[in-house]
């Protein structure tokens, strides 16, 4: 069994300000990583993942995370945050060795204050 | 990237009536697509693994019979809410995998049952 925990349900921060959006997960096996960002009344958008190789990972928005195994975590973090970036972001875990279940944190929600 | 539709995106309708979704890959084909029921403000609550070509795998506490999921091609899976409920009234999404471990995820369908 996996579980992924995501202890900030809201995190306010100002437009311009730096973010961590924290992601730690349990399994006993292996795993893939992901983050998805979903907008109001939107499915979720991949927004960036890990499978293999450098363990710090990057969007095309600027968002960066990073798989720490020893800490069993993902955080997603963002040098300077934007008000478009307003919007719920789920960490997810699935199994490595073919296709298994996702299991996704509760989410968090990012709300910029301009 | 992957995109993934779903139709209608927002759908009313009479208490025990039915409902159809369709979720398609448009840019790739999907031998697994995957049903996400959402509540506000919560997580992704998965429904049903999708196969193309055999029968659904329902998760614990989802009615097979409610929640009729057809994966007719490797682009398309329909799930029927049969008999809808104002209880059955939720945010449905959709998801398939590219490869063998991400998901991509539709822009979801919002069903209000009267």
């Known amino acids: 069994a996996q579980s992924v925990t995501q202890l900030d349900s809201q995190v306010p921060v100002f437009e311009e300000a730096p973010v961590e959006l924290r992601c730690n997960y349990s399994?006993?096996?292996?795993?893939?990583l992901f983050w998805y960002v979903q907008y109001p009344n939107q499915g979720l958008q991949l927004l960036l993942k890990y499978l293999s190789g450098s363990t710090l990972v990057e969007s095309i928005n600027g968002f960066e995370a990073e798989f720490n195994k020893s800490q069993t975590s993902f955080h997603l973090r963002k040098p300077s945050v934007h008000i478009s970036d307003t919007a719920e972001y789920f960490c997810a875990v699935t199994n490595r060795g073919g296709y298994q279940k996702v299991t996704f944190g509760t989410g968090t929600k990012l709300q910029v204050i301009p | 990237g992957a995109v993934v539709s779903q139709h209608p995106s927002w759908v009313i309708c009479k208490s025990g009536t039915s409902v159809k979704i369709e979720c398609r890959s448009l840019d790739f084909q999907a031998t697994t697509m995957f049903w996400y029921r959402q509540f506000p403000k919560q997580s992704l609550m998965l429904m049903a693994t999708s196969n193309e070509g055999s029968k659904a795998t329902y998760e614990q506490g989802v009615e097979k019979d409610k929640f009729l999921i057809n994966h007719a091609s490797l682009t398309l899976s329909t799930l029927t809410v049969t008999s809808a409920h104002p209880e059955d009234s939720s945010f449905y999404i959709c998801?398939?995998?590219?490869?063998?471990?991400?998901?991509?995820f539709g822009p979801g369908t919002r069903l209000l049952v009267l």
């Open positions: 998801s398939a995998i590219e490869g063998r471990e991400t998901q991509y």
């Open positions: 399994s006993s096996v292996s795993v893939y």
